[in-house]
């Protein structure tokens, strides 16, 4: 089993080893932003979803596709779709419709499926339907 540190041990760690560990000094910030509001994200579990990924998004560093990741595993929001993702829209359009979609067209077909819109992109992740061609199909 593994446990996450403290929020105290997150804070302690001086900006030299974030840096050697690969983190950039943006993500870092937001880390730490993070550490020293955690009492009050944690009470963000008892909101409405929305509600919770608002707040979230106040934060510096974290937007409409983290917030949605957070909620999609700190709350079990089974809708959260991650809007902005690289390549998300392009995979959801190629495996469910044959098309090659933006967020916009993803969020429009997967619109059926609401309230388990992220469940059918775990789906597709879990089936091995989460590719797409890398290249078009060669002319003989």
Request: hydrophobic share 45%; with cysteine; glycine share 8%.
């Amino acid at each position: 089993m593994k446990v996450f540190p403290a929020p105290s041990t997150w804070a302690a760690i001086p900006a030299w080893e974030w840096h050697r560990l690969g983190v950039d000094p943006r993500r870092t910030r937001t880390i730490i932003a993070c550490v020293r509001r955690a009492g009050r994200l944690e009470r963000l579990s008892g909101l409405p979803t929305e509600d919770a990924k608002r707040l979230l998004c106040t934060i510096d560093g974290i937007g409409v596709w983290t917030a949605a990741e957070i909620a999609q595993r700190a709350f079990g929001d089974t809708d959260a779709l991650s809007v902005g993702d690289v390549h998300l829209a392009r995979v959801v359009g190629h495996a469910m419709f044959n098309a090659d979609f933006d967020d916009d067209a993803m969020v429009a077909a997967l619109e059926p499926w609401r309230p388990h819109r992220y469940r059918v992109v775990r789906l597709l992740h879990a089936g091995g339907y989460a590719t797409r061609p890398r290249f078009a199909p060669q002319r003989q």
